[in-house]
């Protein structure tokens, strides 16, 4: 009787949050499959706007000049109702749906990589911000110096509006594809922010490509509209073509009189890669090459049930599934989609820091994939290497399509030594400090007990002594755990220094850590792997007038194993008299690459007429998503 007294509901916060969104936008959000109601994590001290420890919406119409009321989704009614109802009227559902689709997108990315993600810079710039009527116009983008995604809307065409009225109002911020794919670009900034700094074809194009995979999958974790997809294409998902097309309503309104892109858009044809290189066409190759992976592996695992369901035929007759079949079939839909979006997250550790290629990729996808499931027992790998291999995506690095000769080496000419033993202790002290931070409800206790306390909360900590993404200069402010880090990132510039010859870099140079991250995920065997991830870069400033104002960088992410010996080495290597004859050679051959990328940027960019001032700035100004969308999103 007294246990029952003792419930202590009153005092606790709940994990998850229930928010109302339009699964895909309002065009397709008439019918009620598409208005649904999806989960997030619980912030439960988020503000007006919605305003969070990770992103805060500020509802500035920059075409009208004037603030939208912010939507409070802590008031009581709103907490009951799991938010405001769809509405293209209401700014304030704007917001929620802006706020709703950003903390999906960073949960995905956060449950892949097994560490928080967070857009914290400084105590002046702390939190990504989204900014949902920021201007009048068909797109919208990430700005990395505001540190915001600004959402654009406009009329749609009078001529071909599709679905649309003729000339009525389209709004980015309602586009759950615009959302997820803005938000992409940041947090793929915030793990490498040299990506968007095109040194060679595939490095932009791979910021929009995996910015799509991630807007088109994680429309496949929402359980009722996967299955009204299941349904309607009779199991085919790959005739769905309201699942696999990139925001409809953009795409309609804009005139093209379809959806914006798709992810089957290009036919396994080996030829495409060599011949188109605007970013977001080369991209949607690398798109189609994923969801072909994708939609064999499900083949695969449906084919028993569709076996079950058809007397041992396979063949479904004409007409509506059965309810039990849809259901079944949408999780396992559901189940390999988790699977592709969380192997294409991870790969990120197994990157290289700089001027990364689609092979790079596929590599990654499969070292880190094997490290976890070393059976690959749904042939997700197999398929996947499959659909790279039928688009001509290779690794000009691999001599054949083995998943051994596909995954990292250890070393690229002389081998790295381990880690030393106490910077393998402070590695692991970090490692706790990251697990704490992950814990999101722990987070909002320790917050509450810092401002009574004044004491710092294990995010606090985590964010202080963690450089992610960041600029070597803009390392952040540490008091409390300066030890900490000064020994970590400390120790790590020293051995990156001390080692700068294993590394490929030059060791003439100085030798930075933009990032260290300590990992621990759990494999298929329900093992624990823990990784210690660390990116060393370098520039050479004294080139970047060869390079239309960007220094020429060099990278290499090493991922050491729980014992601080070196697992995987990825290199893109520095010039340098002082590097092995094969090493020197790799990178003189891929600073002579980046020479003539540039040359052919230069022949096909239509500004450069008007751009005499800043000619020597000119790769500056195409480092911006911005640039990246003029034309479209
Ligand atoms: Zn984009």
Redesign the pocket.
């Known amino acids: 009787m007294e246990k029952r007294y003792q419930s202590a509901y009153g005092m606790r916060t709940a994990p998850r949050r229930r928010v109302r969104i339009y699964a895909t936008d309002p065009m397709s959000g008439r019918r009620s499959p598409y208005r649904i109601t999806i989960d997030i994590d619980n912030e439960p001290d988020l503000q007006e706007g919605p305003r969070g420890s990770i992103v805060e919406v500020w509802d500035r119409d920059g075409a009208q000049e004037c603030y939208y009321a912010p939507v409070n989704l802590n008031h009581e009614a709103l907490l009951m109702e799991a938010g405001l109802a769809p509405s293209e009227s209401d700014p304030r559902f704007h917001q929620q749906m802006v706020y709703a689709v950003a903390m999906k997108v960073v949960e995905s990315a956060r449950r892949a990589l097994g560490r928080p993600i967070d857009f914290y810079r400084s105590k002046a710039r702390p939190c990504l911000k989204l900014i949902p009527h920021a201007f009048y116009g068909p797109n919208a983008?990430?700005d990395k110096s505001l540190n915001a995604i600004l959402f654009g809307y406009f009329q749609a065409s009078r001529e071909t509006p599709g679905p649309n009225l003729p000339g009525q109002i389209v709004f980015t911020c309602l586009s759950h594809d615009v959302i997820a794919?803005?938000m992409t670009?940041a947090i793929v900034n915030r793990l490498r922010p040299y990506f968007l700094e095109p040194t060679n074809v595939d490095v932009l194009a791979f910021?929009?490509a995996f910015?799509?995979i991630v807007a088109l999958f994680q429309r496949f974790t929402y359980h009722d509209l996967l299955v009204e997809y299941v349904q309607s294409s009779g199991a085919r998902l790959e005739d769905a073509s309201g699942l696999v097309g990139l925001a409809q309503q953009v795409g309609y309104a804009t005139g093209g009189g379809k959806a914006l892109r798709s992810a089957i858009g290009t036919k396994d044809d080996p030829k495409a890669i060599h011949q188109v290189f605007e970013p977001?066409h080369r991209g949607a190759i690398l798109v189609s090459a994923v969801f072909d992976g994708y939609f064999r592996t499900y083949e695969n695992r449906i084919s028993d049930l569709l076996r079950i369901a058809t007397g041992g035929s396979g063949i479904l007759p004409q007409g509506r599934l059965h309810p039990d079949l849809t259901n079944r079939l949408a999780r396992e839909a559901a189940y390999v989609a988790d699977r592709v979006l969380r192997m294409c997250f991870r790969a990120f550790d197994y990157l290289p820091p700089v001027d990364v290629t689609f092979g790079d990729f596929l590599r990654a996808l499969v070292t880190s994939d094997y490290e976890l499931d070393p059976e690959d027992r749904d042939e997700l790998r197999y398929n996947m290497i499959e659909g790279f291999r039928k688009r001509g995506i290779y690794s000009s690095t691999v001599t054949s399509l083995a998943e051994e000769s596909l995954l990292w080496p250890s070393a690229i000419d002389q081998p790295l030594p381990p880690l030393d033993n106490g910077l393998r202790t402070k590695a692991r002290s970090y490692l706790a400090y990251s697990a704490a931070a992950l814990d999101i409800t722990g987070r909002t206790r320790d917050r509450r007990r810092e401002r009574q306390a004044g004491s710092r909360s294990a995010l606090e900590t985590y964010r202080q002594i963690s450089i992610e993404g960041g600029d070597e200069k803009e390392i952040p402010d540490v008091q409390d755990e300066r030890d900490l880090q000064s020994n970590v990132f400390g120790g790590l510039q020293v051995y990156g220094q001390n080692n700068a010859i294993a590394l490929g870099l030059d060791p003439n140079l100085s030798v930075a850590v933009s990032s260290f991250h300590a990992v621990q995920r759990l494999g298929s065997d329900q093992r624990l792997i823990v990784e210690f991830v660390a990116q060393f870069t370098q520039k050479n400033d004294a080139k970047a007038q060869d390079y239309g104002g960007l220094p020429l960088r060099a990278g290499t992410t090493v991922v050491f194993g729980v014992d601080g010996a070196p697992r995987y080495v990825i290199a893109k290597p520095m010039p340098s008299a002082a590097l092995a004859d094969n090493v020197k050679k790799a990178a003189d051959h891929r600073a002579a690459r980046i020479s003539e990328f540039i040359e052919a940027m230069d022949l096909h960019d239509p500004l450069l007429a008007w751009g005499d001032d800043n000619f020597d700035q000119r790769m500056q100004r195409r480092c911006t998503?911005r640039h990246?969308?003029e034309g479209t999103?």
């Open positions: 983008f990430f794919h803005e670009h910021h929009e910015s799509d977001h998503v990246l969308h999103l």
